[in-house]
């Protein structure tokens, strides 16, 4: 379909490799990310003596059909520092929130109109119909008479952080992990659910050509996606059977 996209997991021995394959049959027009896995935290596959660095990442390379490829930006929480310290005024009420700039950037060389506001001139990024309506909803704020007016962006109207093609932030797969099932190949779904929610939409076809033990497939039945597991082995159907009788 025009709106899809397909994700290759791989380790980075292969990805170089992968990457001019997956160009020859998709075209390298359509190659929209290499994205960073940080799947361990322990150096797994580094015994003592070895000489290179602990290898703790995988790579996703991620292509899309076409500019109609479904997709939906995705968002993290805020960091904890980072908000006691952008964030650190309330009002009455408990709202956090932060001051930003109202200035218009460029000036007039840029079209931004000039008037007063709260006794300051200057060009604003806001016509003054706009601006009267965000003072009329408290949206501006003068910290002291004098000072230049600036916006109050509040918290919790805010998304979070865009997903970067860097995930180091979804939680390990070891053997102490609710989800773990002992099978060699398994992925935490955490990283599935990321996957599968940027680039469908409920009701939309997700398919795993080689599934494994299911993760994809729980994960898509999980966000009410259609889903097609495709798997050589009787113990990966059986396991997937059970896992989604579970």
């Known amino acids: 379909k025009e709106s899809g996209s397909i994700y290759l997991h791989c380790d980075p021995t292969a ?33 003592q003596g070895a000489t290179h660095f602990g ?13 109609k490829s479904r997709w939906n930006q995705l968002f993290i929480p805020y960091d904890e520092k980072y908000i006691d310290r952008d964030y650190r005024r309330t009002d009455p009420d408990g709202r956090r ?8 950037p460029g000036g007039a060389a840029k079209g931004n ?26 949206r501006v704020i003068q910290t002291r008479p004098g000072a230049v007016p600036q916006y109050k962006r509040y918290l919790d109207e805010m998304p979070g952080v865009p997903v970067q093609s860097l995930w180091d932030d979804l939680p390990v797969l070891n053997n102490r992990a609710k989800e773990t099932l002992g099978y060699p190949t398994q992925k935490p779904e955490a990283l599935l659910e990321r996957v ?24 898509a039945q999980k ?13 990966a159907i059986g396991l997937i059977k059970t896992r989604l009788d579970d």
């Open 223 to 235: 966000l009410n996606r259609r889903w097609i597991g495709i798997d050589i082995t009787h113990l």
């Open 196 to 219: 599968i929610s940027a680039s469908s939409n409920e009701g939309d076809t997700v398919l795993d050509p080689f599934c494994g033990c299911g993760t994809t497939v729980q994960v």
């Open 15 to 47: 990805s170089h490799y992968l990457k001019l394959l997956m160009d020859g049959v998709f075209g390298a027009q359509c190659f929209r990310n290499e994205i960073v896995w940080k799947r361990s935290h322990a150096h797994s596959d580094s015994k």
């Open 97 to 104: 929130y932060r001051i930003g700039d109202l200035s218009g």
């Open 113 to 138: 109109p000039f008037y007063e506001v709260m006794g300051v001139s200057r060009h604003w990024r806001y016509s003054k119909e706009k601006m009267q309506e965000l003072i009329k909803a408290g």
């Open 55 to 67: 290898r703790i990442t995988d790579s996703l390379l991620f292509y899309s059909k076409s500019d």
